[in-house]
Every structure is written in C-alpha cells, then in structure tokens.
C-alpha cells in the first residue's frame, strides 16, 4: 500500500493478481483523544499519567501511560480489570516511537518504531512494480493502463 498525502493517493497493490488500484485518500487532519474520567455510559474510567521526557534514537520523546478501567459486567468479564498502554512521542516527527500495551484480554504488545533514518528514501520503493496492472478509480472508468517498465 502506497499513500501519498500530497497528491492524495492511495495505490493498494495485490501482489497475487499483479493488480493496484488507486482511489482518493485524505489523511486524518487531527486526532482529538478521549478525555480522562468516565467512558462508554460509566462502565471504564480512563486516566493518563505525565511519564517525563527522555532520548530515544537521538529524539527527544515525550512518555504518557493511559490506564483505563473496565468495570465488572461491562465486557462479560466477572472481576474488574486493568489495561495499560505506554506512549513515547516524538514532536519532532510527529510520532509515537515506542507504544507498549497491556491488556489482560490479549496480553502485552510492544510497537517499536527501529532502523530509524532521517534521510529522504529511494522514490523507486514507492513506485508500482513493473508488469503490474494499475486501475485509477479516482477518475473516469478508462484511466486503466498497464505498467511495462
């Protein structure tokens, strides 16, 4: 899958069929998170908890914990439970690098961003392999063309 915020593309490749197709895509403009205190009609309480500042792969980040209560009944559960996710944000490129969840419904789940690099990336590994099959939907229904690189 290719997305290009600034043409505002998405080309989703299925390798199988040597087909893409490309429809419109926007990226989210904001994310507004919940606010802390009582959720889903009183049955979880969330809170979040200033983790600090720290340095990770050169980047200043930012640490938040979320901890949010489930209440007895609300997911058939029969004993109140816990479940906690560790955000490490990055201002400076606009992401979390390090994200750890832990939930007793799934266990624990730890998202790392790693091999970061700060340098532009070849454009070829965001182009559309050669010999594929691309169908443009974004417009007029004749906008499929095959690819002979």
Known sequence: MLLDPVAHTRTTCTVKKRHCL????????????????????GTRYLSRENLGTNVVDDLSVVGTRETLSIGVGAVGNTQPLVATREFWYSA?????LSVTRNDPRIGTQVL???DLTRAEPD?????????????DVRGPPTSEKALGH
């Open 123 to 135: 454009p070829a590994i965001f182009q559309v392999p050669a010999g594929f099959v691309v169908q």
């Open 112 to 114: 790392q961003l790693v």
């Open 22 to 41: 490309i429809t419109g895509y926007h990226e989210s403009a904001s994310f507004v998170p919940p606010q802390d205190g009582l959720l889903a009609k």
């Open 92 to 96: 400076d490129l606009q992401v979390n």
